[in-house]
């Protein structure tokens, strides 16, 4: 079992920078590969990001490469998401999850068994 807690998210204007943060406890937080899931209201949950436990191989949503950058610091047992250049389109509640396989399918919500509960992203134009 771990516990995850999103924070970071707030307001911001058109072109500015957030980054999110997730806290893990609980298990070991190194045995863990992370994602990034973002949902606007009315929409789909949708793959943004993910990280190996190591942090030596990530993937990305194909439309948010060059903008969105995960990272992790597991001597904090936490994972980043910096996220630059925000458009109105990128408001939406943004969770983090935890997973502890890895691969291709690190895209697809049912890889993840634990999440956590989302911060909000709203991004005005």
């Known amino acids: 079992q771990v516990q995850l807690v999103e924070s970071g998210g707030g307001l911001v204007q058109t072109g500015g920078s957030l980054r999110l943060s997730c806290a893990a406890s609980?298990?070991?937080?190194?045995?863990?590969?992370m994602g990034w899931f973002r949902q606007a209201p009315g929409e789909e949950c949708e793959f943004v990001a993910a990280?190996?436990?190591?942090?030596?191989?990530?993937y990305y949503a194909d439309s948010l490469k060059g903008r969105f950058t995960i990272s992790r610091d597991n001597a904090k047992n936490t994972v980043y998401l910096q996220m630059n250049s925000l458009k109105p389109e990128d408001t939406a509640f943004y969770y983090c999850?935890?997973?502890?396989?890895?691969?291709?399918?690190?895209?697809?919500?049912?890889?993840?068994?634990?999440w956590g509960q989302g911060t909000q992203v709203t991004v005005s134009s």
């Open positions: 990280i190996r436990r190591s942090g030596d191989n990530t």
């Open positions: 609980g298990r070991t937080f190194s045995r863990f590969s």
């Open positions: 999850a935890a997973s502890t396989t890895w691969g291709v399918f690190m895209t697809q919500k049912t890889a993840y068994p634990y």
